[in-house]
């Protein structure tokens, strides 16, 4: 059973510009969430996404978006980057309808601004 | 209100010894609570987890204890080995069908031969 796959694994981008993320599931899980990760903010959720539909959000600015696909697959956009958006950005699945399910992350999308 | 604390920030434990990782919350409409194990280069895979009408849950050499009354929650890895070097992020959730974690701040745990 194929893990969560998140592309791409490393990008460099220039401030000001944009950045798109991809994230399939594991097959059957309907829910995908979103974190980063940085040195000094740690693990911080930013969106989780049911059947197309944003369930929960985060406390990150409107600059951070996302999307999910009919396919259960995700997206997550971030526009105007700036330097502190450099991250390691998680996804993860879970089958999203029984509390307390596994939550299994994917290796994450290394995003570095300059 | 959302906070996870967990220390100690970093470990060093002697091969064959007790690992001890300490979280506390201040939620109490948390009633999850996984611990996850992240490898350099990796996404944090879980680990085990507990809900809180239990106060011990043992899966293999891993532990979690658990004190509801306290909002505390600890993970304990006996005969720690060389290959349990990590970092360990204790985390929270809520709610049914509520995906959103709440992680702690992590622990770097190095154990030395």
């Known amino acids: 059973k194929a893990g969560v796959t998140q592309t791409p694994r490393y990008l460099i981008k220039t401030r000001g510009q944009q950045v798109t993320l991809s994230c399939s599931p594991i097959?059957?899980?309907?829910?995908v969430s979103w974190y980063q990760q940085t040195p000094g903010q740690g693990l911080q959720f930013l969106f989780e996404y049911f059947s197309e539909t944003q369930r929960n959000k985060g406390n990150f600015p409107g600059r951070f978006s996302g999307r999910q696909f009919s396919n259960s697959r995700s997206e997550m956009n971030v526009s105007t980057l700036e330097l502190g958006d450099s991250a390691l950005y998680l996804c993860?699945?879970?089958?999203?309808?029984?509390?307390?399910?596994?939550?299994?992350f994917g290796e994450g999308s290394w995003l570095t601004v300059v | 209100q959302q906070q996870v604390k967990q220390s100690p920030q970093s470990l060093i434990v002697q091969k064959g010894g007790i690992s001890i990782i300490n979280c506390a919350y201040e939620?109490?409409?948390?009633?999850?609570f996984p611990w996850y194990q992240q490898f350099p280069g990796k996404g944090p895979a879980l680990l085990i987890a507990?809900?809180?009408?239990?106060s011990e849950k043992k899966e293999g050499r891993f532990t979690i204890s658990f004190n509801k009354s306290a909002k505390q929650f600890s993970l304990h890895i006996m005969d720690s080995q060389p290959g349990d070097s990590a970092t360990y992020f204790c985390a929270a959730s809520m709610d049914f069908g509520n995906e959103k974690l709440t992680f702690g701040t992590g622990t770097r745990l190095t154990i030395i031969p």
């Open positions: 507990i809900r809180p009408d239990v």
């Open positions: 939620n109490t409409a948390f009633d999850y």
């Open positions: 097959s059957g899980h309907r829910s």
């Open positions: 993860a699945s879970s089958h999203g309808t029984i509390s307390g399910n596994t939550i299994y």
